[in-house]
């Protein structure tokens, strides 16, 4: 891949996108390729790159069905390319042929530097007036465009260095800053759709200790005017844009105010927020859907916030050095993917992973025994990983999940291990987040969970299952976190040391269905649990996988098993361990009836409750949580009725 990638976001832009394209194409620093994405465009935009891209093999384009906004026609890029550096270019702007070197060089001049941006000025004249030199971060928590509207022989002499952020029409950014600033796995955050997104990327550098360098030798035409506070222009703009301005900037603020600045930045803030409020009620009040939609997301606005003031205590770090594969490479991750007789979904599940970073390895480890198709999938998909960075394994005949999960703990080499089945998947972005918290967390942590998102057979979310703050919990309180919650771990969203998994055993085969909540339990009995408030896996829920053969007096029988081997680690009292044993089995068995009911099969939901009556659940507590939902159940099964069609509960 180049050292540059230019993306490109376009949107009916027929009109300019000719002479940004020949901008773009002239330039002296000729080591880039030039995506382009294209948001539905209904005028002649597309056939106009199309004619490009057919005579340039460095331009590709990309078309999207819906319009996704500037943030996600850009993540789009960001997320399936791995250049060192990537270039955001307006379709509106015209660059000078030598933009694209300087910038380069302006970055390469020091590691700390994130963001260089040029200067733009509005037209091609002798004296033209400045677009922008940068941004300056407000006291309010707002941004404005340096020297905006100003003559440039009225801004004075103009010198590099550092300013407190980059607009979004021209900045170079480098590689290392995206990963570092991916929430979620966005380095945009696709909330913001098209306004102030630029202003969320610069405070989120400045708070996580990046530099944004001004390079006045960086020079386009953007031709530009921002008039914030013209009336009559804003009321020629759309309702949606109007609400967008409203939303983005309580958005800003929730996520990026740091806890030792609340009170002098809101003191700011708030008279001008309370007038935009005022003028909203009295006439526009269209926009006052801007504030249901940041209601409507706070839960997912504040989790944001969390891992934003998390990620900004660590401050900046310098990089560092990476191996490379030999015969004694260690990597930082090893990646393992059970498979078996699934190609379709190996395909995806490998392709989410994109572009393997330096310190990843991945092992494919193959049970199929009928035919070599999921070998076929993998040497396909993994055509332009490097060679050196990851193999393939065909099992023998007989083999198990179990077995295949212990033979891929045998062939990793990793400090730590991800396993990741053929029917789950990684999310954009999922590898830096996990990369950079392992990172930090080297030497100190064993054992990581992330969060899912939990899907259906059709990659629709159910729901999202995440950690609702970043901490350490002790070996006591994780050990009774996986004893009273049965989903408490889904395997994609877990991430353990090499020697932890060494030391403490493999998963037990004896264990059968529940080897891997038995392997959890142990492992958080012996090192605790670090969690992480991000969503980096796809955890999928097939229809019928969990059918009646789970639900039986022999699995219960290994379940309780596991209660007595964490009854001699002698961490929870009696107590303890009766209560977490009353929520766990009520939880088991209530999801057991509730897949049943749902599926109509009345006989096989009561065979399901009928365990509560096996002697050793008989004595056990009844949790207040899950006393209506039993009483429902049984009273369904009497009455011979199934489940209507509700949201899932389990």
């Known amino acids: 891949m180049a050292t540059v990638i230019l993306s490109l976001v376009t949107w009916n832009n027929a009109d300019t996108i000719e002479a940004c394209l020949r901008s773009v194409l002239a ?3 000729q080591d880039f390729e030039f995506w382009i994405v294209d948001n539905a465009s209904a005028d002649a935009t597309n056939a106009k790159v199309a004619a490009l891209a057919a005579t340039d093999a460095r331009v590709r384009l990309y078309p999207q069905s819906t319009n996704t906004g500037f943030c996600g026609g850009h993540n ?17 702007v015209d660059l000078a042929p030598d933009y694209l070197a300087r910038a380069v060089a302006a970055m390469q001049a020091d590691a700390r530097i994130g ?3 040029g200067l733009l000025v509005q037209s091609a004249e002798a004296d033209p007036c400045v677009d922008s030199a940068g941004m300056t971060a407000l006291p309010d928590g707002r941004f404005q465009l340096r020297l905006h509207g100003q003559r440039l022989s009225d801004a004075g002499p103009l010198t590099a260095g550092e300013v407190d952020g980059a607009d979004g029409a021209l900045p170079l950014y480098r590689r290392r800053f995206i990963d570092d ?53 804003r009321r020629r703009l759309s309702a949606a844009m109007k609400q967008e ?18 009170v002098p930045v809101l003191l700011r803030a708030l008279p001008r927020q309370l007038a935009i409020l005022a003028y909203s009620l009295v006439l526009e009040r269209q926009s006052l859907q801007g504030y249901a939609s940041v209601w409507r997301q706070r839960r997912a606005i504040w989790q944001s916030r969390r891992v934003v003031q998390q990620r900004a205590r660590q401050r900046w770090s310098p990089p560092e050095p990476v191996a490379r594969p030999g015969a004694d490479w260690q990597p930082l991750l090893s990646i393992c993917v059970p498979t078996y007789h699934r190609p379709e979904m190996l395909a995806r599940t490998l392709r989410s992973l994109g572009p393997l970073p330096a310190d990843v390895e991945l092992i494919v480890s193959d049970n199929s025994t ?4 999921s070998e076929q999938m993998t040497r396909y998909a993994l055509a332009a990983q490097p060679a050196g960075q990851w193999r393939y394994f065909r099992n023998g005949p007989g083999g198990t999940v179990t077995s295949n999960w212990n033979h891929c703990l045998r062939r990793a080499r990793g400090h730590f291990v991800h396993m990741l089945h053929d029917d789950d998947y990684l999310l954009p972005g999922a590898l830096t987040t996990m990369l950079r918290t392992l990172r930090a967390v080297r030497g100190q942590y064993e054992t990581i969970l992330f969060g899912v998102s939990v899907v259906d057979g059709q990659a629709r979310e159910i729901r999202r299952q995440q950690p609702r703050a970043a901490g350490y919990l002790p070996p006591a309180v994780a050990l009774e976190q996986v004893l009273t919650d049965s989903s408490f771990v889904r395997i994609p969203a877990i991430v353990v040391s090499r020697a932890a998994y060494q030391a403490d055993g493999e998963p037990d085969p004896t264990q059968l269905n529940t080897d891997d909540t038995d392997l959890w339990a142990r492992l958080f009995a012996r090192y605790g649990l670090y969690r992480v408030p991000e969503c980096v896996a796809a955890y999928t829920v097939h229809a019928g996988a969990l059918t009646t ?6 699995i219960i029988g290994l379940l309780l098993r596991i209660f007595h081997k964490a009854n001699q680690t002698q961490l929870l009292s009696e107590t303890r361990l009766r209560r977490a044993q009353g929520l766990f089995f009520h939880q088991f068995i209530l999801a057991g009836a509730y897949r049943s009911l749902r599926r109509r099969d009345v006989p096989a939901a009561r065979q399901v409750l009928d365990l509560f009556a096996v002697p050793a659940l008989r004595e056990l507590p009844v949790p207040v949580r899950w006393l209506p939902v039993r009483l429902a159940f049984e009273l369904l099964t009497r009455l011979g009725l199934g489940l209507p069609l509700l949201g899932k509960m389990f």
Do not use: M
């Not at 789009?76 to 379709?91: A, F, G, I, M």
């Not at 009928?370 to 198709?373: G, I, P, R, V, Y």
């Not at 053969?549 to 022999?554: D, H, Q, S």
């Open 245 to 262: 301005a409203v939303k983005n900037q309580l958005l800003l603020l929730i996520k990026n105010l740091e806890p030792g600045r609340v």
């Open 549 to 554: 053969g789970v639900f039986n007096e022999r």
């Open 115 to 117: 963001t260089v941006c």
């Open 76 to 92: 789009y890029t960001l997320d399936r390319s791995r250049s060192e550096y990537v270039l955001l270019v307006n379709p509106d």
């Open 181 to 233: 600033l991916r929430v979620d796995g966005q380095f945009f955050d696709e909330r913001f759709f098209a306004h102030k997104e630029d202003w969320d990327v610069a405070w989120r550098g400045r708070l996580y200790g990046w530099r944004t360098v001004f390079e006045p030798a960086c020079r386009a035409v953007h031709p530009r005017y921002f008039r914030p506070s013209d009336l009559k222009l």
């Open 370 to 373: 009928a035919n070599d198709f």
């Open 27 to 29: 330039q002296t620093y």
